[in-house]
């Protein structure tokens, strides 16, 4: 790549200013010392114009996918907000088969924050970029004053390429599939639960942000149809089989006793109330797989690493379309629903 | 998980029912003549529903959802009173978090709060009260609700404040005590309840013989239960063998935790700070006489009814509940959720119409997310 050399301009301020949105020399600075640096998109354009050779294949698509992500605090055990603005994209991309190739990044950056928060979380994203194997090629900020935002809010956009003849939808998904996941559940959510601080509850509990492209191309690898895959992202497995359920038509049933999940998560949700179904993950992939096929993707899941703690959980079947139903781990039944609104703490 | 996964273990669960199938059938009670057991706490409720007992208990037992949450049984009233307080100027309302959603009749405190009310979220009373230590310039609110597993922190919070003469604190109390409804319920002439199963964390703190009237003068057995599924299983089994018995008395089966005494400290705490009101409104049961709790005169600087002048004692009160809501019907035990004409149509979680669609502790609620007459249709 061909970079201009340019002076190095560094920013001195401690804290963002409104004059770092104010579409002079403040902002390049700010622009160019914190992000593109670290970032170094191709060319110095506003608009990235990008190549890549999987996209002349003929039946080979396009993918495009955003998402903002406003997370607080901005920074917790296992990452920041840097890191899910990446991997979110990323796995958005990732789990409708694409391989992903391009992101863009845009900050809303409130007044007074600092300099350096920015710097961390602009490592954070070339670090899960790196990892991810994309890049980011373009973006934007804008600074609001003090009270009209929440520290930083990131809005990435991703481009990537489905090659041809792949297939993953959830509407794709049949009776007598098989229903895995990746690792254990509900870490992320917990994680960000117990650093909040509000409830002074220590643990060891860490995100599980990660980017999940590599995951899904080693099961593709040994399992060409999987059927459909999902990022269990906010509202957690509930509501990821919920949508495969209501777009497939069909009727999903788990086992309470084969879902993994930690110690620790067990124990905040018992205390708060919570039910780490609806826990947001950020690494967690939801996978359905034909029945033959199970075995195979599982093993596959299990040689990478953000896969080693895979199981199969349970499987579509015919009876009960749009619904998910799980055996409880007494062997009574339950309905497991979508999410309303958000899950509150109880009061006692 | 430590202490948990023993009291879930599916193999003893499995012994339990099979005794409690037995019993029932030595009762004589069949699907058409069922016994009906009152779980009066929402926690029970909600385990119930969660871990699928309703369908692995014999079709001669019948689980009747008490009043037992507390969200649920806050009248709109008391809501919109909250609510008041809370949209004046310069004042911060701070609730636990499942009871923002509760509708009043102008609106909950979800929607006062996106209409630009200062409401926040907390975990426990001292938060709201370290709030208020740090607003200076603000009035800090605590809307304090539940039975006596919360009451005694709001005490402890109040004593706390006074010692600290935090003038810019109150609490808008709505604390509620759990013998009052039951000795209401069983006074109701449509009463067909043979047995309950008591909440164990109340009784952690008033210990059992509070009870003790259920056995002695309604002749109904109790037994005070622990939350976990082999908690409840074993006690509603030691219900069924005091009526297979003809007994009627009061148990503990959550000995572990629960010492028949309950307490002495938040007794003594809460006999400091509160006095019992004449009367308090619940949703779908009305005014119970001595129900509630109202905070002494000596502590009337951290009453909200008395700083904001609202409440009790202002004057008429306008109470009932929303047109065609049935919520009372269903926690006396008159009907199941699904038999209310607005169960999942007018009133669903998403847009709650009564209070038991609300938390996940309430009868509807848990019934229309977990299973009930949904299960039912898909099996």
Request: hydrophobic share 40%.
């Amino acid at each position: 790549m061909n970079q201009t050399v340019r002076p190095e301009r560094r920013v001195l301020a401690q804290r963002v200013t409104l004059a770092h949105g104010g579409g002079g020399k403040a902002m390049r600075d700010l622009i160019e010392d914190v992000f593109t640096s670290v970032f170094a998109p191709p060319g110095m354009e506003d608009q990235a114009r990008l190549m890549d050779a999987s996209l002349l294949e003929p039946g080979a698509e396009l993918a495009f996918t955003t998402d903002s992500f406003v997370v607080s605090p901005m920074e917790f055990p296992g990452g920041d907000i840097g890191t899910i603005s990446v991997c979110g994209t990323v796995n958005d991309l990732a789990v409708g088969g694409a391989r992903p190739l391009w992101l863009s990044a845009a900050f809303i950056i409130e007044e007074g924050v600092e300099i350096t928060t920015l710097r961390q979380i602009a490592a954070s994203m070339q670090k899960s970029a790196l990892e991810a194997g994309v890049r980011i090629v373009t973006g934007d900020t804008k600074v609001v004053g003090k009270g009209s935002g929440d520290g930083v809010f990131v809005t990435t956009a991703g481009i990537g390429v489905i090659p041809p003849g792949r297939r993953m939808l959830a509407e794709s998904v049949r009776p007598g599939d098989i229903a895995l996941v990746s690792g254990v559940l509900g870490d992320h959510g917990a994680a960000i639960l117990a650093a909040r601080g509000d409830m002074d509850l220590t643990s060891d509990i860490r995100s599980d942000c990660q980017p999940l492209n590599h995951l899904i191309e080693a099961v593709l690898t040994a399992v060409p149809d999987i059927r459909a895959a999902r990022d269990a992202t906010r509202g957690g497995l509930a509501s990821a089989l919920n949508e495969v359920a209501y777009a497939a038509g069909v009727g999903i049933e788990i086992t309470e006793a084969d879902l993994p999940l930690r110690q620790e998560v067990r124990g905040i949700c018992e205390i708060l109330g919570l039910d780490p179904l609806y826990l947001a993950n950020e690494g967690t992939l939801v996978l359905f797989v034909p029945p033959d096929q199970a075995v195979s993707a599982l093993a596959a899941m299990k040689s990478v690493p953000a896969g080693r703690g895979a199981r199969v959980i349970g499987k579509a079947v015919t009876a009960h379309p749009g619904t998910v139903i799980m055996k409880t781990v007494l062997g009574g039944a339950r309905i497991v629903d979508m999410l309303v609104g958000e899950q509150l703490p109880r009061i006692c | 998980m430590n202490y948990t996964d023993e009291f879930r273990d599916p193999v003893a669960a499995r012994g339990v029912l099979a005794a409690i199938e037995r019993v029932v059938d030595e009762i004589g009670a069949t699907k058409d003549k069922p016994l009906h057991i009152m779980e009066i706490c929402g926690g029970h409720t909600h385990a119930i529903f969660r871990y699928g007992l309703d369908k692995l208990t014999p079709p001669g037992l019948e689980f009747i959802h008490g009043p037992g949450c507390p969200v649920c049984v806050l009248p709109m009233s008391r809501i919109d009173e909250c609510v008041d307080i809370a949209e004046r100027p310069n004042v911060i309302m701070t609730t636990f978090g499942d009871a923002m959603r509760v509708p009043g009749r102008r609106k909950s405190m979800m929607q006062a709060k996106a209409d630009g009310a200062d409401i926040r979220m907390v975990y426990s009373q001292l938060d709201a009260l370290e709030l208020a230590r740090r607003n200076p310039g603000k009035e800090v609110v605590f809307f304090g609700l539940g039975f006596e597993t919360t009451t005694p922190s709001t005490a402890l919070t109040i004593l706390q404040a006074h010692a600290d003469r935090q003038s810019n604190f109150s609490i808008f109390c709505n604390h509620i005590t759990v013998p009052p409804p039951i000795k209401a319920l069983l006074d109701d002439p449509y009463m067909v309840l043979d047995g309950f199963v008591g909440p164990g964390h109340v009784s952690m703190v008033i210990g059992i013989r509070p009870y003790d009237f259920i056995a002695r003068d309604y002749k109904k057995p109790i037994v005070v239960a622990g939350f976990e599924p082999l908690d409840l299983l074993q006690s509603v089994l030691m219900v069924l063998e005091q009526i297979r018995d003809g007994r009627a008395e009061v148990e503990n089966q959550y000995a572990r935790v629960v010492p028949d005494e309950g307490n002495p400290v938040s007794i003594a705490a809460c006999n400091e700070v509160y006095q019992p009101r004449p009367s308090f409104e619940w949703r779908g049961l009305g005014e119970i006489d001595a129900s509630g709790l109202r905070i002494r005169d000596k502590y009337a600087a951290f009453d909200a009814e008395v700083k904001f002048e609202i409440g009790y004692g202002t004057g008429p009160r306008f109470t009932g509940e929303q047109d065609g809501c049935r919520c009372g019907d269903v926690m006396t035990g008159r009907i199941k959720p699904h038999a209310c004409p607005q169960f999942g149509k007018g009133c669903t979680p998403e847009m709650p119409l009564g209070a038991l669609m609300v938390s996940s502790e309430g009868a509807c609620a848990a019934y229309y997310q977990y299973g009930g007459l949904r299960l039912e249709a898909v099996e």
